[in-house]
């Protein structure tokens, strides 16, 4: 019997519904949940001893260090950015407000490591910047200001096409009437603006943590692997598995796959909230 609830054009005969959710849950076994299941069985193949033992050794948690600070840095810039050229974009017209537009997309289009030489090109001993950064005794390729450079530039779109669509859809009829009453336009955003969005706001900066935590390339490219000075936990991760130390890093790689399972509840509670009636 046809659900009264649906359109009646989005209503499938059962064994088409059947068979598209069987593809679908069977993708979601095999490329999602097995892959994660041998990532935690890998990880304790050796036992809880040494799986403790790989998590807590000093250069696992130097690198959980810096991949916490490295987020810890982006991610408030990210949000920052990303909350003023949405509002610049959505709000007003202006030249070049299409250029901004192509510019924010741009880390979507190139690859990370093409992201990582373009700082090295720029910073590195032979770069643009290379000499004028020896005389003043200044390094950012091979440590920790390149990392956040390169972990900046591939985020930097994430909170930002967030909230553009969102601002575009709701109008400025709101902070009109506000403006009119007398506040001013900080208050306005601040009370009426940021209110609306700042699930989508949430949602953006989840999304930003997310891929800070995990990126692998473009740092790859601009940490110098020098392990426990600027190795994060993906590099970490690959270097423990070069090294044929497999269960260890297996057991440091259920580290960022914890922050992956909190990072989707998290964004599920924030779609959840959205969507409540």
């Not at 036992?47 to 810096?66: D, K, N, Q, S, W």
């Not at 956040?148 to 859809?169: D, G, N």
């Not at 692998?216 to 970490?236: E, K």
Request: hydrophobic share 55%; charged share 15%.
């Amino acid at each position: 019997m046809p659900d009264p609830t649906r359109p009646p054009g989005l209503s499938e005969p059962v064994v088409v519904q059947r068979c598209l959710i069987a593809v679908a849950m069977s993708f979601v076994v095999f490329f999602l949940v097995l892959p994660l299941t041998v990532v935690f069985v890998k990880a304790f193949e050796d036992g809880a001893a040494a799986f403790a033992a790989a998590i807590t050794e000093p250069f696992a948690l130097a690198a959980v260090r810096l991949t916490l600070l490295t987020a810890l840095l982006t991610v408030p810039l990210n949000a920052l950015f990303g909350v003023a050229a949405a509002w610049a974009i959505a709000r007003f017209e202006f030249p070049g407000r299409r250029v901004l537009v192509t510019f924010i997309d741009l880390p979507f289009s190139v690859s990370p490591v093409i992201s990582g030489l373009l700082f090295v090109l720029l910073f590195g001993a032979q770069g643009l910047c290379g000499a004028w950064l020896r005389e003043h005794d200044l390094a950012i390729i091979f440590a920790l200001p390149g990392i956040v450079l390169a972990t900046l530039f591939v985020t930097s779109p994430l909170v930002a096409r967030e909230l553009i669509p969102l601002l575009e859809t709701q109008g400025t009829d709101e902070e009109e009437a506000a403006m009119t009453l007398g506040a001013s336009g900080f208050r306005t955003f601040l009370h009426v603006s940021l209110p609306k969005i700042r699930f989508g706001l949430l949602y953006g900066v989840i999304l930003c943590s997310a891929r800070a935590v995990g990126e692998f390339g473009a740092v790859s490219v601009v940490s110098g692997h020098i392990r426990g000075l600027t190795t994060t936990v993906p590099l970490h991760v690959e270097m423990l598995y070069n090294e044929y130390q497999f269960s260890a890093a297996f057991a440091v790689s259920t580290l960022l796959t914890v922050f992956a399972v909190v990072t989707l509840v998290a964004k599920a509670a924030i779609e959840g909230r959205v969507h409540r009636p």
